[in-house]
């Protein structure tokens, strides 16, 4: 029986060990941490909106019913494409289909310090570690006498005004306005300041003029201030250093301006193209390699003259497609070449107001939040996932609260705090 090796089980490894399960291959799936993310949501889990199982899903659940997909946690090292092996922490293992969908990781476009001193979101434990911290910090403000640290510690300042900066900062914005002002009895002569900073001259590019103009009034109305044209030159621990020299004394910054493909692809000798992706032919393969297949935010696919962007709907039909692919090949049937269905995009500011761009029709406001909220729940993985959302949006959308308002602490979360030690005591 030949075997599909799938690398990496999030959208498009997920769609890929779906298309291929029951059609007589053996297909082994591996991944690193035992569930399926649903990345989209992590901003909540990080603003104590939802926990952070809600939005993860064990693998072995998923594939329980799926015939001849296997799965096995392990984290993959390389691959040596010549001799048609992943290479293991453990072992080598041979596959006669390879389907590639590792993903993204943050681009900090080598800013180190921004790296070292920076939240980022890419996996569950950054989204609880920013949680703790930002909790943290109203609890130390909460503390301090001196005004200007108190100051500090209480503005938030987020990098980047695509949909994960503009959805964080909406979030974040209602919950120290609607929650924290509650909690902190100490804090109310204290304004928080959630700074959002984008170096272009509008937010959310992709979208339509009018909705970037309708969710920057909705930010301002929530109280985010919002800075065009602003770039982000380096920053410390309790300082964030803008290009054009201002500095602003802040012990929370978030990263969210940019992601490239996994470093699992600068290994494999095939060229690279923006981001560090790896070019795939109309059919999701490597040229020269047809037993490759490169998906998601991992691969570069140019249609119509433009990339695809690193977007989940994008990863799902990629995996997809290579499935069916590889079972029509077994068949000895043609598969027509891939093409990406937009269906459209959307991004949510707060309660009440989002934006959509689905099926050539704009929609801003309630209407397109009642259809963000839909379509997330309807994503999930998992009916206590959704269940458990479902509440959790519910109870706090009539009582204007949330419930996870949780300090649990991570190690990485205290090699920060260290830090911030060292910073203070210097
Ligand atoms: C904060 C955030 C918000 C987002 N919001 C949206 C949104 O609103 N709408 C949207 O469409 N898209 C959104 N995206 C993008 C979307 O999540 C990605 O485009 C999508 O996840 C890409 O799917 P993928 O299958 O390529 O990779 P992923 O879903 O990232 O899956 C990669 C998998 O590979 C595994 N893996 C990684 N390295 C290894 C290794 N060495 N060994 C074994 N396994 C490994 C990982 O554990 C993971 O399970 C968001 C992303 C982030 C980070």
Do not use: C
């Not at 490894?13 to 779906?18: C, H, N, S, V, Y």
């Not at 309790?238 to 301006?257: E, Q, R």
Request: aromatic share 10%; no cysteine.
């Amino acid at each position: 029986m030949k075997r599909v090796v799938i690398v990496g089980m999030g959208f498009g490894g997920l769609e890929a060990a779906r298309a291929l399960a029951g059609k007589g291959l053996d297909v082994l799936v591996l991944d690193r941490q035992n569930y399926h993310l649903f990345q989209p949501l992590l901003y909540q889990v990080a603003t104590a909106t939802l926990e952070a199982p809600s939005i993860a899903y064990p693998i072995r659940s998923i594939i329980r019913n799926w015939p001849g997909v296997r799965f096995q946690m392990t984290e993959v090292k390389g691959v040596d494409l010549d001799a048609r092996q992943v290479i293991t922490e453990e072992e080598s293992i041979p596959y006669d289909y390879l389907i590639l969908a590792v993903g993204s990781v943050t681009n900090f476009f080598g800013m180190e310090s921004v790296k070292q001193s920076s939240y980022d979101l890419k996996r569950l434990a950054d989204a609880t570690a920013l949680r703790n911290h930002i909790l943290t910090m109203y609890e130390r403000a909460a503390q301090e006498d001196d005004p200007e640290k108190r100051k500090a510690l209480m503005t938030f300042v987020v990098v980047g005004g695509g949909p994960t900066g503009v959805e964080f900062s909406g979030a974040l914005a209602e919950l120290a306005r609607w929650v924290l002002v509650k909690d902190y009895p100490e804090l109310h002569n204290e304004r928080p300041r959630i700074i959002l900073l984008e170096a272009m001259d509008r937010i959310l590019a992709p979208f339509s003029e009018d909705l970037q103009r309708y969710a920057l009034h909705r930010l301002k109305k929530i109280g985010v201030e919002v800075r065009l044209n602003t770039a982000l030159a380096g920053a410390e621990p309790d300082k964030v250093y803008l290009k054009d020299g201002t500095v602003i004394p802040a012990y929370t910054l978030f990263w969210a301006a940019g992601v490239r493909a996994h470093p699992l692809a600068e290994a494999l000798p095939v060229p690279k193209a923006k981001a560090g992706r790896i070019p795939v032919q109309q059919d999701l393969t490597i040229a020269g390699y047809p037993e490759v297949y490169v998906i998601g935010d991992l691969a570069y696919f140019e249609q119509d003259g433009a990339p695809l962007p690193m977007l989940a709907p994008v990863a799902m039909q990629m995996g997809r497609y290579a499935g069916q692919a590889i079972v029509k090949r077994e068949r000895g049937e043609r598969m027509r070449p891939f093409r990406y269905s937009d269906r459209g995009t959307m991004a949510v500011i707060g309660r009440n107001a989002a934006i959509a761009e689905v099926f050539g029709r704009r929609f801003s406001g309630f209407v397109a939040w009642l259809i963000w909220l839909a379509l997330h729940l309807a994503m999930l993985v998992g009916f206590r996932n959704r269940l458990l959302t479902l509440i959790n949006w519910g109870y706090d959308y009539l009582l204007f609260e949330r419930q996870i308002r949780l300090i649990t602490r991570q190690e990485r979360e205290r090699q920060i705090e260290a830090s911030l030690e060292q910073a203070r005591s210097a």
